[in-house]
C-alpha cells in the first residue's frame, strides 16, 4: 500500500497530501479524465457537474484496473476557472468525499486557458500503485 508523507513541523494538509510513499507491483497511469459520460456526452454544463463525472470516471478506470481510491498516489487536476474552483469549494470537498472517500494523494490543481474539449472545465489525472 502506501504511507502519507509529511515533515516534521509542518501543517497537515487538508484534502491532499504533500508526498507518498508507495510500494506495489502494479501501478495504473489513469489519462486525464474530463466531466462527460461514457459515451462523450456532457450533461452538466457547471464546474461541479463536471468535476463529478470526471472523478466517477477516474472511479471507472481505476476499478476497470482492479483499484480502488485508496490505491491513488498521485492526482492532478487541470480547471479553466480559479474563481469557480474557489467559489466552490466546499461543494468539491463534499463531492470528493462522496466518491473518493478519505483517500488523499499528493495533489496539485493547475489553472489552465483552456482543455482540448471545449466544453470541459475540469480534467483530472491520476497515478495509483497496488
Not at 32 to 53: A, L, M, N, P
Not at 72 to 96: N, P, S, V
Not at 112 to 127: G, R
Request: aromatic fraction near 10%; hydrophobic fraction near 45%.
Amino acid at each position: 500500500m502506501h504511507q502519507t508523507l509529511l515533515p516534521e513541523g509542518w501543517t497537515r494538509p487538508r484534502g491532499y497530501a504533500n508526498g507518498i510513499l508507495a510500494q506495489g507491483t502494479k501501478h495504473i497511469f489513469c489519462g486525464g479524465q474530463i466531466g462527460w459520460t461514457d459515451k462523450e456526452v456532457f450533461e452538466c454544463t457547471d464546474f461541479v457537474g463536471q468535476f463529478r463525472q470526471a472523478l466517477l470516471n477516474v472511479f471507472a478506470v481505476l476499478e476497470a484496473g482492479g483499484a480502488g481510491p485508496e490505491h491513488m498516489t498521485r492526482m492532478t487536476w487541470y480547471i479553466t476557472d480559479r474563481d469557480q474552483y474557489l467559489a466552490h469549494l466546499k461543494e468539491i470537498g463534499a463531492t470528493y468525499r462522496d466518491i473518493m472517500g478519505k483517500n488523499y494523494p499528493a495533489m496539485s490543481v493547475v489553472v489552465v486557458s483552456a482543455l482540448v474539449e471545449a466544453a470541459a472545465l475540469v480534467e483530472i489525472e491520476v497515478t495509483a500503485v497496488l
